[in-house]
């Protein structure tokens, strides 16, 4: 079966909660927080973020504006969709940062570590839990 033939589900009103509390947790990150790594290699609390909000400006782009540009081939298989869409991401991931400002990220996450450190590996210290999305 190719992607292009399921029928699409919107599952919007199920995750008006979550997104709801992504956003409450977001909003009560100092700046410590949002250079904390991961579970996700190479991608910081705020790499995610950044993440979700591209998604959500697709979105909008493509419903409201019409902007196609950025969507993926969904005409092969589950597969060949989900290997570009890593592609992509993982292209994404690696774009836009400085070598000045990766040397600040990593004087920044040395700092922190050193003065701090949090309760597990991949945890916010005095936060909610571990951020793994």
Do not use: C
Request: aromatic fraction near 4%; hydrophobic fraction near 40%; charged fraction near 35%.
């Amino acid at each position: 079966m190719r992607l292009s033939e399921v029928a699409p589900l919107d599952v919007r009103p199920a995750l008006t909660a979550e997104r709801a509390a992504l956003l409450e947790l977001l909003r009560g990150l100092d700046d410590e927080a949002w250079i904390r790594e991961t579970a996700v290699p190479r991608w910081a609390v705020k790499d995610i973020a950044l993440h979700v909000l591209d998604d959500d400006l697709g979105w909008l782009s493509r419903g409201r504006d019409g902007d196609l540009s950025g969507l993926l081939d969904d005409t092969g298989d589950y597969q060949t969709f989900v290997a570009a869409l890593a592609a992509k991401n993982q292209a994404r991931a690696g774009r836009g940062r400085s070598p000045d400002e990766r040397r600040a990220r990593r004087a920044l996450r040395h700092r922190v570590r050193s003065s701090r450190r949090a309760p597990d590996e991949g945890a916010i210290a005095d936060g909610p839990g571990p951020v793994g999305w």
